[in-house]
């Protein structure tokens, strides 16, 4: 079982970044799937959670309206679009693994994390 | 938002000596109809992302050692560790899955005294 992110960068404030989360030793479209990130030196913030069909979506509030989650079953990946970054979004970003299909919110499995730096 | 508050921020214990960690939810986070509390601990040590250990407040998750407790309801809730070990040290976390946004504590840092 494991999760590996991808697609980190530098980018200036305003800019746009697409990451990616290739799943692999379960079954990908029967569980939900989180983005949490967390800030140099700082604690763990929950960012969205999609389904494991896709249709239902959630986020926190300081991403709302910027980022969009978004998953393709047949390829086993998950996906985080950014836009409008922020240097408060500077962050390692972690996909994570529900227990549940439905978004439930308990993670079991987290990848290894991938770094946003958002500057200019 | 439901937040979550954890205690002590850092404690340093000696070597198979009890740690335990506290943690408050600023609502309940146990749902009467399932009679579960919607809350999990986790251990991030530097440089490495989240395990998780605790669910459901009180259940293990699987390979987890039995040296870690979870315990409370509702609102206040304790993570044990009833004799620590060298590789314990690291940053504890609880975090609520009762509603979305989901929230975790600021964390507590665990070292060896």
């Known amino acids: 079982v494991q999760l590996l992110e991808s697609g980190g960068d530098l980018v200036q404030p305003g800019g746009s970044l697409r990451l990616s989360c290739a799943a692999s030793?379960?079954?990908?479209?029967?569980?939900?799937m989180s983005w949490v990130r967390q800030a140099p030196g700082k604690g763990l913030e929950w960012v969205s959670v999609?389904?494991?069909?896709?249709?239902?979506?959630y986020y926190a509030d300081s991403v709302k309206g910027r980022f969009t989650i978004s998953r393709d079953n047949s390829k086993n990946t998950l996906y985080l679009e950014m836009n409008s970054l922020k240097a408060e979004d500077t962050a390692v970003y972690y996909c994570?693994?529900?227990?549940?299909?439905?978004?439930?919110?308990?993670?079991?499995?987290w990848g290894q994390g991938t770094m946003v730096t958002v500057s200019s | 938002d439901i937040v979550m508050t954890q205690s002590p921020d850092s404690l340093a214990v000696s070597l198979g000596e009890r740690a335990t960690i506290n943690c408050k939810s600023s609502?309940?986070?146990?749902?009467?109809?399932?009679?579960?509390?919607?809350l999990t601990w986790y251990q991030q040590k530097p440089g490495q992302p989240p395990k998780l250990l605790i669910y459901?407040?009180?259940t293990r998750e699987s390979g987890v050692p039995d040296r870690f407790s979870g315990s409370g309801s509702g609102t206040d809730f304790t993570l044990t560790i009833s004799s620590l070990q060298a590789e314990d040290v690291a940053v504890y976390y609880c975090q609520q899955y009762y509603s979305t946004p989901y929230t975790f504590g600021q964390g507590t840092k665990v070292e060896i005294k």
């Open positions: 609502q309940s986070v146990l749902y009467s109809s399932s009679n579960k509390n919607f």
């Open positions: 459901w407040a009180s």
């Open positions: 994570a693994k529900d227990t549940s299909g439905l978004p439930r919110g308990a993670f079991d499995i």
């Open positions: 030793g379960f079954s990908f479209s029967s569980y939900a």
């Open positions: 999609i389904s494991g069909s896709g249709g239902t979506t």
